[in-house]
Every structure is written in C-alpha cells, then in structure tokens.
C-alpha cells in the first residue's frame, strides 16, 4: 500500500502559478503510475493528468495541456503538478492518486485533497 498527502494549494490570482506536492510513503513510489485530478463545488471528479511510474510518460486532459505540467521524483517518494497561467475554472479541490499500472486499472489510492481557489 502508498499513503498520499498533497500540499501547494491557495489562493492565486488568474494568470498566476501554482505548484501542487504529491508525499508518498509506504511502498516504493516507483511502483506506481500516478494521477491528479479535482473536483470543483456541484460537478464531477475530473481526470487532470497522469504520469507512468518511471516518469518518463505523461498525459493531460485537453483543459489543462500546455498549462500544466505533472512529473514524479520517485527518490524523494513525491508527485508534483505545475500549474501554469491558472485560470477561474481551475477553481477546485485538487487529489493525487495512484495505481499500480501505467496506463489502465483504477486509481485504487488517493490523498485527501487540497483546494485551489483562483480569482479573477
């Protein structure tokens, strides 16, 4: 099993940067593909974006491409997401999660989520 914690989140203005931290302990993070998503008040959990457990691949919802960029440093056990030129609908509790395949199965861990408000 991998516990998650995330961190990084406030309150930015639009235009503004964020960068959310995925902590990982448990089982070696290498182990694991990771995810982000987030859910904003009234809708659905949405997918973000996804790295392979090396690293090495990663894949963005279409909202959020060329913005945002997530990578993994599986010797420090962490994930991180760089959001970049955030927007008002970015509006929303972030979560990391992960799995033990790179490109198919749930997300069968997640952290408890961290909010980002960003205003306009």
């Known amino acids: 099993q991998v516990q998650l914690v995330e961190s990084g989140g406030g309150l930015v203005q639009a235009g503004g940067s964020l960068r959310l931290s995925c902590a990982a302990s448990?089982?070696?993070?290498?182990?694991?593909?990771m995810g982000w998503f987030r859910q904003a008040p009234g809708k659905e959990r949405e997918f973000v974006a996804g790295?392979?457990?090396?690293?090495?691949?990663?894949y963005y919802a279409d909202s959020v491409r060329g913005r945002f960029a997530i990578s993994k440093d599986n010797a420090k056990n962490t994930g991180y997401l760089q959001m970049n030129s955030l927007k008002s609908e970015d509006t929303a509790v972030y979560y990391c999660?992960?799995?033990?395949?790179?490109?198919?199965?749930?997300?069968?861990?997640w952290g408890q989520g961290t909010q980002v408000t960003v205003s306009s």
């Open positions: 790295i392979s457990r090396s690293g090495s691949s990663a």
């Open positions: 999660a992960a799995r033990n395949s790179d490109f198919r199965g749930e997300y069968a861990y």
């Open positions: 448990g089982r070696t993070f290498s182990s694991y593909a």
